[in-house]
């Protein structure tokens, strides 16, 4: 998603740094464009922006890109902004911005939906948490790559409105592929359980944007299942933090954690479907 995200930026007419953990990647970019250079580290991204932003695939990343050796703390200016578009746990979201402040920079929790399509159709959904004045003063970059802009409330609010909308739609996935192998089992066409589904109280965008790519066995990840296992387990760390049970949450984390170790991890969240496929002896496809 970072590429595009950032293309978005540059085309926009910004000048833009761009630091990668593939190198290849970042001096690819930079040397396509007059109004992009290579940096060599995060912290060299520091030196030279007065918005940073960045989308890795967990926690760890997000602190060692901002706050270990090399990282974006080490180079930044007062006053620059930090937007974190990575969904991590909202307490290390809050202790990566105490560290930041301490510096007389601002970080914001910015993690956004829309997968990899939505960074490159520049249609992503972006919600976000901190200062609502440093938001404001950085509106117009999160404009460049995204069509729906939600401030919060104060830090951690945009993970936690984040990860409440994964749960929703981590439920609803699996109950989707539930649905359409017992469907299938039965004997019933998988278009035509699609279409039921799409005429009934049962219809939903997730169901849309999945069946057709279940069903052509293309599973070619615009939001890797590892990473959603990923977002259930904060999900379930936060609601254990908060003292919300989360039980459905619960079973789905563990289906889908025996999924990616089958090695679907790397696939699209779609891939889910296969694990159930094996335990009921059919395939899902037109």
């Not at 190198?23 to 040397?31: G, H, M, P, T, V």
């Not at 990282?71 to 937007?83: D, K, P, T």
């Not at 889910?272 to 094996?278: D, H, I, S, Y």
Request: charged share 20%; net charge negative.
């Amino acid at each position: 998603m970072g590429r595009p995200m950032a293309e978005h930026l540059i085309g926009a007419g910004h000048d833009v740094a761009l630091w990668s953990h593939t190198d290849s990647k970042a001096r690819e970019l930079a040397a396509a464009h007059q109004k992009a250079r290579h940096c060599a580290t995060p912290a060299e991204v520091g030196e030279f922006a007065d918005c940073i932003f960045l989308c890795v695939g967990d926690s760890a990343m997000s602190e060692e890109v901002l706050t270990g050796g090399n990282g974006v703390i080490e180079g930044i200016r007062a006053g620059a902004v930090v937007a974190d578009c990575s969904t991590i746990g909202p307490s290390t979201a809050r202790r990566i911005a105490e560290k930041l402040e301490a510096r007389q920079a601002h970080y914001l929790d910015s993690p956004c939906t829309g997968s990899t399509p939505g960074a490159r159709g520049g249609t992503l959904t972006f919600m976000i948490g901190g200062e609502e004045t440093v938001f404001e003063s950085v509106r117009e970059y999160f404009l460049c790559m995204g069509t729906n802009l939600y401030y919060c409330g104060k830090q951690g609010m945009g993970l936690h409105a984040k990860l409440s909308q994964n749960l929703v739609l981590a439920n609803m996935l699996q109950g989707f592929v539930e649905g359409i192998v017992l469907a299938t089992k039965a004997g019933v066409p998988p278009e035509l359980m699609y279409e039921i589904l799409d005429n009934s109280a049962a219809k939903a965008g997730l169901i849309s944007f999945k069946a057709p790519a279940i069903f052509d066995r293309k599973f070619d990840a615009a939001f890797p299942l590892k990473w959603m296992r990923k977002d259930i387990g904060l999900m379930l760390e936060s609601g254990r933090e908060m003292g919300v049970p989360l039980p459905a949450t619960g079973l789905v984390h563990e289906l889908f954690g025996a999924a990616v170790a089958k090695g679907y991890g790397d696939e699209d969240i779609a891939a889910a479907v296969k694990l159930f496929e094996e335990f009921a002896g059919v395939v899902v496809k037109r």
